[in-house]
């Protein structure tokens, strides 16, 4: 950031041509990697509430590395074609004011990076997301059903008696109450899980929506400030997501106090959801 804020100030680089090189690939690899982990932390969600008996199995300790593993390898990879000159090349736009991936024999892999980074996050989101409303929706409607409970033989017995109507009453008002109790909970914990993450998606499209549209259609001219607040954009994703969900999720307040605080705290269960 504060190399970007010196480049558009001064309106020029100079700081050379190497570190030209080194400050587009590390900015689009780090942007590569928080988009990695925004669709990463998506399906994680999808695979907890749609399949939640492959949860544990999917997501043990050492595949949690090497998914993490795996998205910084991508990062680096898809950005060494322009580092190595073979799709396009890095160095100084005069047209953006800040170095960038340039033209090489008219081919730049730029506009293909964009359209994929605004595209991909977009589709996973809708799919995944659209799914888990699904299953949220059926299960408070499979509550509503479950809580209208039918009268049992052992009710049955009772209602002989001459107090049979406050008995039968109390009876059922106790089931009903235990049925809630029991599914209310999980009902809730889904509902949270819907509002953390239409929350991000709204927060991604609202922060990648004008560099996407700047790149793709080469507007960077035509619109500067839009330009730049694509930039800011970007650069406000990275930094609103962890506030996101501290905000928003107890379980991510308690596992970073757990992480971060030197008392020691009670461990999370690993049956909770985090969201």
């Not at 558009?8 to 590569?32: H, M, Q």
């Not at 659209?130 to 299953?135: A, C, E, P, T, W």
């Not at 960077?220 to 506030?243: A, C, M, Q």
Request: proline fraction near 5%; aromatic fraction near 14%; include cysteine.
């Amino acid at each position: 950031m504060p190399l970007s804020a010196l480049t558009f100030l001064e309106r020029d680089w100079n700081y050379g041509e190497t570190l030209c090189k080194i400050f587009p690939l590390v900015r689009y690899s780090n942007g590569a990697v928080s988009l990695f982990s925004v669709m990463a932390i998506t399906i994680n969600r999808y695979v907890l509430i749609v399949h939640p008996n492959i949860y544990k199995t999917m997501y043990g300790f050492k595949s949690v590395a090497f998914m993490i593993l795996l998205m910084w390898t991508c990062s680096l990879v898809l950005l060494l074609f322009p580092w190595l000159e073979l799709w396009g090349r890095f160095g100084y736009d005069p047209k953006v004011g800040t170095c960038s991936i340039l033209q090489l024999n008219g081919q730049s892999p730029k506009m293909a990076l964009y359209i994929v980074a605004f595209g991909l996050p977009s589709l996973i989101f809708v799919v995944c997301y659209s799914r888990i409303f699904y299953v949220v929706h059926q299960s408070s409607k499979s509550v509503l059903e479950n809580s209208k409970v039918q009268p049992s033989i052992e009710s049955l017995t009772t209602f002989s008696s001459k107090r049979k109507g406050v008995i039968w009453k109390s009876y059922k008002t106790s089931d009903l109450k235990n049925n809630k109790e029991s599914t209310t909970p999980r009902n809730r914990q889904d509902l949270k899980v819907l509002k953390v993450i239409l929350v991000i998606f709204l927060t991604f499209v609202i922060c990648y929506f004008p560099v996407a549209f700047v790149k793709i259609f080469r507007k960077e001219d035509d619109l500067p400030v839009l330009n730049v607040l694509g930039y800011l954009g970007v650069y406000f994703s990275n930094i609103v997501n962890p506030v996101i969900y501290v905000v928003i999720s107890d379980e991510y307040r308690k596992a970073y106090k757990d992480l971060f605080c030197t008392t020691k705290s009670p461990k999370l269960e690993r049956n909770n959801t985090i969201v």
